[in-house]
Structure formats: C-alpha cells, structure tokens
C-alpha cells in the first residue's frame, strides 16, 4: 500500500491488490464479468442481384469494425457528457471533489488531470473537432492550480509546477508530487501535437524541469537515484514519477531536438528497470528511502514504462528497448487479464495503461491489447449509473474521465504515453 495519504490525495486509489495476492482479489466491488465478442453489431447484407451491388458493399469485417468505431464513439461523448452535466463547475473550468474530497470543494490535481485527458482523446477521435474549445478550458482550470514559487526541501527555488489542491481562495492548496506534473506535462504536451499551440509546448517543457529537479541526490538512500515521488524530504520514489518524466522528457527530445533530455530520460529509465523491475518485466511501485521496496503491481506502472521504452526505440533505434516494452507489455496483459484483477485497477490507473498499449500497437501490432481494452470499456459501460450516465461514481471524476479517453482510444483517438 502506498503511504503518505496517495489514496485521499487522488480521491480515488482503489482496492489495493498486492502482487503476492492479485491474482485472487475478493469481488470487493461486486461486479459481475461481462464478456463481449468484439461489441461490434452484427451487419447482415442482402443477397446481391446485381454485379455492381456485390462490389459496392463493404466486406463483413470493415464493416463490423466500422461499427464497432461508431460504438466507442459514441460511448465516449456519452461519458464526457455526463461528466460534465454533473461534476464539472463551468463558472471556475474546474471539476468537483464529489463524493468525499481531501481536496476541498474542488478535486485534487489528478482526477483533473484525467478530465484534460479525456477531453484532449476526444477532441483527437473521428468527429472531435467540436472540442477545441474545451480544450481550453481545462487549461483555464489548470491554471487554478499552479504554483510559480516552487521550493526544495532544502529551500531551494524550483521550476514552477501544480500543487495537488486549488490554492485560496479556491481551495485550500496543497503538496507537490512528482507523478501529478508528469500527467500534466503528457497532456500538454498532447494538446500541442493536436492544436500546434506552443504555449502548451512551453508549459510542457517548465514541468519537465521541475521533474528534473525533484532526482534525488542522496548517495546514502537505498538504491541512490531516481526521482521523487512527493515534493519532500525522505519522500518514496516510485515507477510512475520517474516513467511518465521519462516519457515527457522524450517527448520533448523529439519535438525540441534537446539532447539533454534524451540523456536524462535515458538514465530514468534504466534507474526504473534497475530499481523496480522484476524478472517476468513487469514493475514494482517504489522504493523507499531505506532501499525496500513496495511489490505492489499496479497496470498504469507498467503502462508508462512500456510508453517510454517505445519513445526511446524510436528516438534511438535500438530494439532492446521494444523488446522491453513487449515483454511488460506481455506480462501485463497475462497478469491483469479480462476479470476482476483489471476492474479492480480502476479506471484511472488503467486508462494510462492502455493508452501506453495503444502506443506500442503503433509499432509492434498485437490484437491483444485492444482485446483487454475493449473488454474493460464493455464491463464499465455495462455499470454505469442509471439516472447520471457516471462511471463508478463514488469515486468522483477518476471514476468517469478515464473512461472518455479509453472509449475515445477504441474509437480511433492516436495515443501518446
């Protein structure tokens, strides 16, 4: 289990399932596995009584898959319209911390971080284009959060970065995380690949430096190196503070051409492998500041290490790196499966780790991944809240947000890690 409150500050942590005991996880829940063959309608076609009618008609399988397209789409407009209807407050471009808050009136910084992603994958997917605007509205509420006067714990000045909580008079602000300004930056840095505003671009580039600043220096900590998970001293380090820096600092290499970044990113990256990993590939969470090791496996772990092991086969070339990234990949898909060991990740930690198995599909294609994705969006839907349209309502927005992007995925959103 992680400490220093993870779980109340996202609002949303769920039922913890440890890696000696996953595999047999209690229907604390109570969800009933639905199956799906694909949620593609069945499409029959009338027999052809001319030549020029049989050619003009689709085969069975595009059409299927054209279906099944059309399905996710409108699943994923769906849930970001009650997500907005019932937990967005237009008059702030903020998200409310309903049901129970440690955040205040408004959510923490991760569950918002989680609506920019689905808002940013649905603008992406086929017939988005209607919310650019929205777009930037989450970069309005975003603002809310900022804090320009970042310090060490040491008192150092810092990069600015995002507090976990609206400051006053909105909110009562709140601590720093490394992980939070990771997600933050991967969307901003996503929103420019689809608006080709550089203001995100720069913004993007001010959280990987504050990311930076948060390695640890402390020769004496058990395993020395990587970064932070929290934005104080003795703070864990855990695999997705320093995966989705990663991942962001590649990003960047790639859109800026700043070699140093590669090099930083590089360096994260193998610390993760040499710290968290395990022989099957998949990752530990964190390690503490004695050098143990918290072996909870969580899916979005394993998702931003399989993104950034892509990024770098594809800014370096060298195969070693997919292999990683397959091999996790693999390994998680036999781990988490189609059952309750998914459904009980969540939707917040599983959408960053399909968005990352979208990404690898990209280079190395495997019908795999879409398969677990599409059969945790089928179950989800399949539990929504009557009356609202919500996603696992009592866990506020990380319950229905993520699952705007993961529908937006199946229908054809591009990933980005």
């Known amino acids: 289990m992680r400490v220093g409150g993870h779980e109340q500050r996202h609002e949303s942590r769920f039922p913890l399932v440890h890696a000696s005991t996953s595999h047999q996880t209690p229907s604390s829940r109570n969800r009933i596995w639905m199956r799906t063959l694909g949620g593609a309608a069945v499409i029959c076609f009338a027999i052809a009584v001319a030549a020029t009618t049989a050619a003009a008609a689709p085969p069975a399988g595009r059409a299927q898959a054209s279906s099944a397209t059309s399905t996710s789409q409108q699943q994923a407009a769906a849930t970001y319209n009650a997500l907005q209807q019932k937990l967005y407050v237009a008059r702030h471009s903020l998200y409310s911390g309903s049901p129970s808050n440690s955040c205040g009136t408004y959510s923490c910084l991760w569950p918002f971080t989680n609506a920019v992603a689905g808002t940013v994958y649905l603008y992406g997917a086929p017939n988005g284009a209607g919310y650019l605007s929205d777009i930037a509205a989450r970069q309005t509420g975003l603002g809310h959060y900022a804090d320009p006067s970042e310090v060490s714990p040491t008192g150092s000045a810092q990069p600015p970065a995002y507090q976990s909580a609206v400051p006053p008079p909105l909110g009562p602000g709140g601590a720093t995380y490394y992980d939070d300004n990771g997600w933050v930056g991967l969307n901003l840095v996503h929103a420019y690949l689809l608006t080709s505003n550089r203001t995100y671009l720069t913004l993007a580039q001010n959280e990987l430096n504050f990311i930076i600043s948060g390695w640890d220096t402390n020769a004496s900590d058990g395993c020395p190196g990587g970064v932070f998970w929290e934005d104080v001293a003795g703070s864990q380090r855990n695999t997705t503070a320093n995966g989705a820096g990663a991942a962001l600092a590649l990003e960047l290499d790639r859109l800026t051409g700043a070699t140093s970044d590669l090099t930083w990113a590089t360096s994260v990256y193998q610390w993760v492998v040499h710290c968290l990993g395990t022989a099957s590939g998949l990752y530990n969470d964190h390690v503490n500041p004695n050098g143990s090791v918290n072996t909870t496996i969580w899916s979005y772990n394993q998702g931003v290490m399989v993104g950034a092991g ?7 070339g060298n195969s070693a790196y997919l292999e990683q990234a397959q091999q996790t990949a693999a390994a998680a898909v036999s781990y988490f499966g189609t059952g309750t060991t998914l459904v009980n990740q969540g939707p917040a930690f ?46 506020g927005v990380n319950g229905t947000a993520p699952m705007v992007e993961i529908y937006a995925l199946l229908a054809g959103s591009s990933p980005t890690p």
């Open 310 to 316: 892509v990024l770098l086969y594809q800014v370096t």
């Open 350 to 395: 599983n959408a960053i780790y399909f968005r990352n198995l979208f990404l690898l599909n990209q280079v190395a294609p495997n019908a795999a991944y879409a398969s677990e994705a599409q059969s945790f969006a089928t179950t989800m839907w399949a539990q929504r809240q009557a009356g609202t349209g919500l996603i696992d309502p009592q866990y």
